[in-house]
Structure formats: structure tokens, C-alpha cells
């Protein structure tokens, strides 16, 4: 019997299980590493560390740093900023400034990593970059 090749994104396999606890585990330790060292010292040495999880795993799944933090900032971003939608333009603005506020002047290691990862120089970085520009894309 063949099998079929996934469509599905790496650690994203299973939610609910052994996969999501992997994938919870190592996004947010990327983000708290990143706010608390930033991008130059983001290493997967320092993720596996911090999460628990062997490093082998994170690099079978992820492969790069950026690519694992990519993932951390695409997970953590629909959750803290999320797309107004009030169905009057000027309240949409308003509220995506009280958003924008709030996201920036948040302490939070996860809000706090991802918002370093989008302004720093992990930005730099092809997938960083890309991420970057959708995030913003969407919002407006």
C-alpha cells in the first residue's frame, strides 16, 4: 500500500497529543529565549534546553532556528493581535490601534519574543522576513 505524502505543517501532527506538547513546549521556550537573549544568541541548543525536548527532535521537525521561530511567531500571533472586525472602518482603526498599543507595550516572554523576532534582525531572515510582511499584510 503507497502511502500518502502530508500536507500538514511540521509539528503540527496530532493535536491534543504527545506532538502538541512537543510543539508548545518548544515554541515557547523559543520565544522566551529570544526575549530574553535575543536573535544572535537564539540558538536550538538553548530551545532544547529550556524546553525539555531533545534536540534532535526540534531539528527533525524544524530543521533551522529561524524555521522554529517562525512557527513560534505564527502560533503566538493570531492569539495577541488579532484582526479587527467591528464593521465600521473607524472602529477597526481604533481598535487595531488599542491592539497595537497593547502588543507593543505587552511584557509577556511569548508577546515580548515575538515582537522582538518581527523588529530585530531575526527580520532579516527569508522566513522571518516572510512572516513579517503577512502578518502586516493581513492586518491591513
Known sequence: MAER??????????????T??????????TLIVLAELGYSDLSIERIAELSGV??????RRWQTKE???AAA???VAAD??????TGSIEEDLRSFGRLLVDFLTNDS???AGM????????????????????FFASRY
Open 5 to 18: 505524502a502530508s500536507t500538514t505543517a511540521p509539528g503540527t501532527v496530532r493535536p491534543g497529543g504527545r
Open 109 to 111: 516572554p511569548a508577546v
Open 54 to 59: 531533545n534536540k534532535s527532535m526540534i531539528y
Open 115 to 134: 515582537a522582538r523576532a518581527l523588529f530585530s534582525d531575526a527580520a532579516r531572515e527569508p522566513q522571518i522576513a516572510e512572516l513579517k510582511r503577512k
Open 20 to 29: 502538541s506538547q512537543v510543539r508548545s513546549a518548544v515554541l515557547g521556550a
Open 80 to 85: 495577541v493581535f488579532p484582526i479587527p472586525a
Open 67 to 69: 524555521a522554529v521561530l
Open 73 to 75: 511567531v505564527d502560533d
